[in-house]
C-alpha cells in the first residue's frame, strides 16, 4: 500500500506498526523500508460470492498509479486467482467448491502423485515420460470406471 492510499482511506501513519520489511528492485540498485505495517479487513467478491479476510499490507515509501498491490498470499487466503486476459480476479463461487469437492473425490488417489486439481483446471503430471504409461488412468477415474 502507499501512503497516498493510507490517506485517502483516513488513516495515519500513526496507526501503523513498526515493521523491519525491506524491499529490493522496486528502484534499480535501491533497497526501501517499509514505512510500518497495518491490518485491514478486505473483501473480495459480490453479493453473491465474497470472502471477507483481514490482510496485512506493508506502507511503502514509493510513488505509484497503484493503490494497493496484492501478493500471491492474499491470493491464496482467499482461494482467487488472477487472470491476466480479463484483468480480474477470479474467486471461486458455489460451484467452483462443487467442482473441486468432485475432483478431490474423483481423483483421490492421483492427487499429489501425479494430478493437481486447481479450482478450474487439472494438471497431469509425472517427473519422466516413461511413467505416464496409463495416461488414460484420470479419464477412468473421472468416468467412474475405476
Not at 533497497?31 to 471477507?52: M, Q, W, Y
Not at 515509501?61 to 487472470?83: E, L, M, N
Request: glycine share 6%; proline share 5%; charged share 25%.
Amino acid at each position: 500500500m502507499y501512503p497516498e492510499t493510507l490517506e485517502r482511506m483516513n488513516l495515519t501513519k500513526e496507526q501503523l506498526k513498526h515493521s523491519n520489511t525491506e524491499f529490493h528492485g522496486v528502484v534499480p540498485g535501491k533497497k526501501a523500508n517499509s514505512l510500518g505495517s497495518i491490518t485491514l479487513p478486505v473483501a473480495f467478491g459480490d453479493v453473491h460470492n465474497f470472502r471477507e479476510e483481514k490482510i496485512t499490507f506493508e506502507v511503502v515509501p514509493f510513488k505509484s498509479s497503484y493503490h494497493v498491490i496484492f501478493g500471491r498470499p492474499t491470493y491464496h487466503k482467499f482461494h482467487a486467482r488472477a487472470c491476466y486476459i480479463y484483468n480480474k480476479l477470479k474467486i471461486p463461487g458455489p460451484k467452483g467448491a462443487t467442482y473441486q469437492r468432485t475432483m478431490q473425490r474423483c481423483l483421490k488417489d492421483q492427487i499429489g502423485r501425479n494430478v493437481h486439481a486447481y479450482v478450474d483446471d487439472i494438471a497431469v503430471m509425472t517427473r519422466k515420460g516413461s511413467d505416464l504409461i496409463r495416461p488414460h488412468e484420470t479419464f477412468d477415474n473421472l468416468q467412474g470406471t475405476r
